[in-house]
């Protein structure tokens, strides 16, 4: 599939680091986020040159000394060197010089580089200008002072991480060189591991599973979702977050990991505890599962739903969906259900991608909202869907950014219904910035309304209907007979139930919306 916003880059981009050893100067150019689908584009760039001047300094002083100037943001290092760094953005015409003390410590001392990295990307990105009522720059003053008597790299990244933490925002944020590692391979779609999807359970701080990859190691072991992981090779999990886990079930093709796994209410029972040996191997994720649903109408005609399950935003998610459907249309089917539900997220062009195969013309997608409170709307340009055979979305609390991106493009173009819960409502777009060493720094940049202008940060979207099966007319009872259909399951569920009998309206009305 061709990709149909080809520019519409939100991709890291890797720096150059910032280092007094430079001889001249280096310049340090940020992605350029443009959006070629819309009739205005949003262009989120910067540019940093970076100057070193390799120099002596008398003053050994720690003392922290600010003056204003012009141009230029420069930090001069006490008993080392100094940095230049100079900002071609009119935002940052008023500029700082601060003496900071150099560690003596190597890898303290590339932590120190990498803070002025984040600091200068958050400086001209971020999307609150004020910082959260804070002095930005005497923020990195301190926070370099800070790092200076310490003696190892995690020690110098939390002092990072606690920058960050005073913006107010959870969603900006810095990560290990190993963690955006993973990032990368849930963006990409490709790892070495068991392939299993793991998650906190919020009441009991457990680590569930999620989900299992389809033919993988952990679904030929029989692990199943809602499994609880006791022990990875030996060690208790109590208190372990996911991405350690995550990090302990990956590893090189090849080799094996050992699991506890617990399945049912009673840890104490031996029985519902279990160990599995699993080797690990190439997992190839697609985002997308299918099904094909026969669907009786109210007429008593027998037709065939498409249930499309899309379970994360990568870089694939969109061709994958178009083959999916693609696929489905040649089986006969007429109608689709896409299921949104405990989708986190992802890349947002993924997300607008997946959005223009369902939309036609030059519709809005989604309204962004920069640091400067400009609306930018990101349309469409003379869209072609590939269906336009109704459709049902389904939504819940665990549907999420650009989840809620997609949903909104749906249901306010009258493309599709909503059936569901509330969304999770985190109405804010983040970029991804590679920085020297490896890290990553995630930033939130914009703010984001849907077509019609809803607000859905910290709100989320309403569905139309609410999935309980009291809703359900009296000819879905009969899809309860068919308990040994390989689709038994869907058609349990409540909200798939739901979701036809939204479809049987949309079909009467002769409309897709």
């Known amino acids: 599939m061709e990709p149909r916003c080809p520019n519409m880059d939100l991709k ?19 992605p350029s986020h443009r959006f070629p689908c819309s009739d205005r584009s949003v262009s989120l760039k910067w540019r940093v040159s970076c100057a070193a001047k390799a120099k002596a300094h008398e003053n050994t002083s720690q003392e922290l000394i ?9 930090f001069s290092v006490a ?10 953005s009119p935002a940052m015409a008023e500029s700082l010089t601060v003496a900071f003390p150099v560690s003596r410590t190597t890898e303290v001392n590339s932590v120190q580089r990498t803070l002025v990295e984040a600091w200068g990307l958050i400086r001209e990105t971020f999307v609150d200008p004020t910082f959260n009522h804070q002095d930005w720059d005497l923020k990195l003053q301190q926070t370099m002072v800070e790092m200076f008597p310490l003696r190892s790299a995690d020690a110098a990244y939390t002092k990072i991480s606690g920058m960050l933490s005073t913006l107010g925002d959870p969603f900006t944020r810095i990560i290990s060189p190993k963690e955006y590692r993973s990032f990368q391979i849930g963006s990409n779609g490709n790892l070495q591991g068991v392939g299993l999807f793991i998650g906190t359970e919020p009441r009991t701080g457990h680590l569930v599973v999620m989900s299992c990859v389809d033919g ?3 679904a030929r072991a029989g692990i199943h979702e809602g499994d609880e992981l006791v022990e990875i090779d030996g060690e208790k999990l109590n208190g372990v977050d996911t991405e350690l886990a995550v990090q302990k079930l990956r590893g090189r093709v090849g080799t094996t990991v050992t699991v506890k796994v617990h399945s049912g209410n009673d840890l104490e029972t031996d029985s519902s505890v279990r160990e599995v040996k699993l080797p690990r191997e190439f997992i190839k994720l697609s985002p997308i599962s299918t099904a094909t649903i026969p669907h009786r109408t109210p007429d008593g ?6 249930y499309v399950k899309l379970s994360a935003f990568s870089q694939t998610a969109a061709a994958d969906m178009e083959n999916a459907i693609k696929e489905m249309k040649s089986q006969g089917v007429h109608s689709y259900i896409l299921d949104l539900r405990n989708n986190p997220g992802g890349l947002v062009k993924a997300g607008l991608d997946v959005a223009q195969i369902w939309l036609d013309g030059d519709e809005t997608l989604v309204n962004t909202v920069d640091r400067e409170g400009n609306l930018l709307p ?3 340009v003379d869209g072609h869907a590939i269906t336009h055979d109704p459709l049902v979305v389904l939504v819940n609390e665990g549907s999420a950014s650009a989840s809620e991106i997609l949903a909104g493009a749906l249901h306010d173009n009258r493309r599709a219904t909503l059936v569901g819960h509330r969304t999770f409502g985190k109405g804010k777009i983040q970029s991804v910035t590679e920085l020297h060493d490896g890290s990553a720094l995630f930033v939130t940049v914009a703010k984001y309304l849907s077509p019609a202008l809803h607000d859905i940060d910290q709100v989320g979207i309403a569905p139309d209907v609410q999935c309980t099966t009291e809703m359900l007319s009296s000819p879905k009872d009969s899809m309860s007979k068919k308990q040994n259909s390989p689709v038994s399951s869907l058609e349990a569920d409540s909200c798939v139930l739901v979701a036809e009998h939204e479809l049987d309206i949309q079909e009467s009305k002769g409309t897709a919306s």
Do not use: E, W
């Open 12 to 30: 890291p981009t890797p720096c150059s680091p910032i280092s007094p050893r430079f001889p001249k100067s280096t310049s340090l150019v940020m």
């Open 66 to 74: 600010g003056s204003i100037g012009k141009g230029f943001l420069a």
């Open 301 to 306: 005609h027998l037709t065939k739903t498409g």
């Open 216 to 218: 993988g190691p952990a």
């Open 79 to 88: 008993a080392a060197a100094s940095f230049s760094l100079c900002f071609d």
């Open 378 to 380: 990101i349309n469409m």
